[in-house]
């Protein structure tokens, strides 16, 4: 058994208390249970931890036996970041959906349904949603995860959510401050930089958690990402220049703030993982996110202990880790009294009014269905088609793992239908495409073509072939419309891909 450092109790049970740690496996191990038992307050799940809402219910109220007030979060935003339907896609749309149909109500009761059935499942912090203002088009990590890129869009609609979701008893982790949508580099690989002016900063990434904060927002989750106007040296994650003296003091936030994963190559790469926790820790972080990739018991010990060493040296005070470890408690404390009345894990939730919310539980594809966009003149799908579906790797936040893509859906409708995915290693795609094809119609599927050369000159030689194409795009429509119809999603979850067929089919809902 790995041993924690000698050291008070105080000490060591603040030190736990900070950390959000992931595991594998979906039961909780038993290194898992003891520092619960311990101090641990927090405990990450991912999608590799789920299978089904009657065994997370299960998992979930293990955690619970060590310790009733443990706070279980999950990364689920719902749309393209899914870890709640990891193997089936999400029955709710993204931000960019929500933010193309610009409903606040709807948005208030999409993140509802969604909290309440991640309360169902013993679920009580959510890291979601995204207040990015997505203003670079080109942004590989954020795009359909953000509203929009109209700052006072994503405002209103963060403070939607986060009513939403929090009337569910699920506390909400507004992320990332202080805004990641003017990036063109992912921090799970990289530190990002952005070089913008206070004044621009203020006018366009803050507004969203200005509108989160005065939403009640339980928790805010920092960025890895470089501010040269704030702090030329240090990411927002370990800057007190931008986690207190920006967040606390100038934006008067009193709510816990977490750290994005730590395991980043942003921080892991940099400073490394130990140092990293230390610093956020002083920064004014309260809670070191990891264990997206790093889950074992090793982790929780060196992050401990470096935590404790820290103390001993005299590097972090005291009263900071102390602090910490107290807001931690406090929204432990709050989930608890907000967790009130949840339907049996495994209640049908997929027809029919949500249960004391007046709200119908599709409301996922009722809203997917209005976010769908059709321009052209060509006629629907009435015979078989070949669905040409256009893939690249996913960016780390979405995963490879979840399913996307309207072919099985088409060739229900449709009988004759094939599918197939084409990558840009191809020597000539759209070749291979008409191949395929023969004399079946065409459907293209794109996700962000305008940032895929590849893509974009494939559609521009399977429209000169075929001008009855019909292209679908499931990422950000920022390339002009094309094709006999184009069907613009925003977003590509699974409720995304079911209001896609319906507009390629022409068939009524």
Known sequence: MTTLVSTTDTLTRDALAVLQPGFTGTTAPDWLLRRVGEGLTSVGLFGRNIESPEQLAALTARLRSERDDVLVAIDEEGGDVTRLEVNEG??????????AIDDTDLTRAVAHELGRRLAACGVNLNWAPSADVNSNPGNPVIGVRSFGADTALVARHTAAYVEGLQAAGVAACTKH??????????????????????????????????????AGSKSVMSAHILLPALDPDRPATLSPQILTGLLRQELGYDGL?????????????????????????????????VGGGLADEETVVALHDALVGAVRSGELPEERLADAAARVRALASWTQGARGDVPEP??????????????????GLVAARRAVRVTGTGDPLTGPAHVAEFVTEANIAVGDETPWGI?????????????????????????????????????????DEHRHAWMAQA???????????????????????????????HGASRVCGQAAVEAVTGTTP
Do not use: W
């Open 90 to 99: 999400s029955s709710f749309p993204g931000n960019f959906a929500l933010g």
């Open 177 to 214: 401050f202080p805004g990641h949508g003017d990036t063109a580099v992912d921090s799970h690989l990289a530190t990002p930089r952005i070089d913008v002016d206070l004044d621009t900063l203020h006018a366009r990434e803050l507004l969203p958690f200005r509108a989160a904060i005065a």
């Open 257 to 289: 703030i977490v750290t994005d994963g730590l395991e980043m190559d942003a921080i892991s790469k940099t400073y490394g993982i130990e140092r990293g926790a230390v610093l956020a820790i002083a920064a004014g972080a309260d809670a070191i996110c």
């Open 346 to 363: 495994g209640a049908e939730v997929q027809e029919g009014t949500a249960p004391g919310t007046g709200v119908r539980s599709d409301v």
């Open 407 to 447: 072919a099985d859906g088409i060739a229900r409708l449709r009988p004759g239908t094939e599918g197939g995915r084409y990558t840009g290693e191809a020597a000539d795609p759209a070749a291979e495409v008409l191949a395929a094809a023969g004399d079946r119609r065409i459907v293209a599927v794109v996700r």
């Open 459 to 489: 559609l521009d030689a399977l429209l000169a072939a075929r001008p009855d194409t019909i292209v679908v795009e499931m990422g950000l429509p920022e390339s002009t419309p094309r094709g006999s119809l184009h069907v613009a999603t």
